[in-house]
């Protein structure tokens, strides 16, 4: 329940424009959510980019964004996405950039979301860059999975995000063609019913560990996105974690004492970035997901 009702509380418009509007709240939110928000704007994301690969993990890049119902909005959002791209090239990072398919046009039609994703996939031929698509609710589910596979069949460097919580997962990811595929598992954001997907438990951390031997059996290049540190430890000592293309994967501000010691112990570690105006929706949906980060904001705000 306290995740639905942070959930709503980030996509209530009022409280959002009372936010901006109330400087002094504005600024004490802003400061919380620098903890896992790298700035507003694209430097603050290359720049925290380039001091986690100096000191040697990969990272991924998200321009915070999400359902974005007009056109100009999404269009908005694609041109930022094709100058990080470019900032990205021309400095010569070999970054992965995220991004939810309802960002550049998922939530006006599917058609769009394709059109930006092949734009933004023509740009990044010939470059390092991947381009990965988040996984959002299960409504939205099977479109951006017509939308990966039909674009994944002509731009070999996209990759997809699927979530363990759900029942179907098992199929979707059997239903992937037998080439080795860029897969991102995550146990899944989101509030499902009963029907369509597992809370978080033993039997979901099960499910995962199964889809991921999966995953690597068939030859996919996985990154494991996940803090939980079970999980971490049952791939480290199933000997897995050493695999090619296997990484982990974990969020800017959460759990760097755990990501900073696998890459001291020599595994692959990516670091996933966010940056954007949209810093509070952010906020909004890390609190969500553990309510303790609700504690450490207010600490975060309270020792400033
Ligand atoms: P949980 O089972 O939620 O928690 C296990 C333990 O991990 C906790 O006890 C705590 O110690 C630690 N932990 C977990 N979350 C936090 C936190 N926020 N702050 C502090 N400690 C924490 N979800 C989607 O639905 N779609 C996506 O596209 C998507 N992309 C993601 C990309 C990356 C790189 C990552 C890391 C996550 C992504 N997620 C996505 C979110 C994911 O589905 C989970 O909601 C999130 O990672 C929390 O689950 P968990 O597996 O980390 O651990």
Not at 175 to 182: E, G, T, Y
């Amino acid at each position: 329940q306290f995740t639905e009702t942070m959930k709503s509380i980030a996509r209530r418009g009022d409280l959002k424009a009372y936010v901006e509007q109330t400087p002094s709240i504005y600024h004490m939110l802003q400061r919380a959510a620098a903890k896992y928000v790298t700035g507003e704007d694209r430097t603050a994301g290359l720049e925290a980019g380039l001091r986690l690969i100096n000191k040697g993990y990969a990272v991924s890049l998200e321009y915070i964004g999400e359902n974005a119902t007009d056109v100009q909005s999404c269009e908005a959002a694609a041109l930022e996405m094709k100058q990080l791209i470019k900032n990205l090239t021309d400095r010569g990072m070999a970054a992965r950039v995220s991004f939810d398919l309802s960002h550049i046009g998922l939530s006006v039609d599917d058609a769009l979301a394709f059109k930006h994703l092949a734009t933004l996939a023509d740009q990044t031929q010939q470059t390092e860059i991947e381009l990965f698509i988040s996984m959002e609710e299960s409504a939205k589910t099977e479109a951006i999975l017509a939308i990966y596979e039909r674009a994944a069949a002509i731009y070999p460097n996209i990759g997809i995000t699927l979530q363990a919580q759900l029942h179907l997962t098992a199929q979707y990811m059997n239903d992937l063609q037998a080439d080795p595929r860029r897969l991102r598992l995550v146990k899944g954001a989101y509030q499902e019913p009963k029907h369509l997907a597992i809370s978080r438990s033993d039997a979901l951390n099960e499910r995962y560990l199964h889809l991921l031997e999966q995953s690597i059996d068939k030859g996919h290049r996985v990154s494991i996105a996940t803090h939980d540190e079970r999980i971490v430890d049952e791939v480290i000592n199933r000997g897995w974690a050493l695999k090619p293309g296997v990484e982990f994967e974990m969020l800017y501000g959460i759990r760097p004492d755990l990501s900073s010691k696998l890459r001291k112990a020599g595994y692959p570690v990516r670091i996933y970035l966010t940056y954007g105006h949209e810093w509070y929706l952010y906020l909004c949906h890390r609190i969500a997901e553990y309510p303790p980060n609700l504690y450490q904001a207010v600490i975060d705000i309270a020792s400033d």
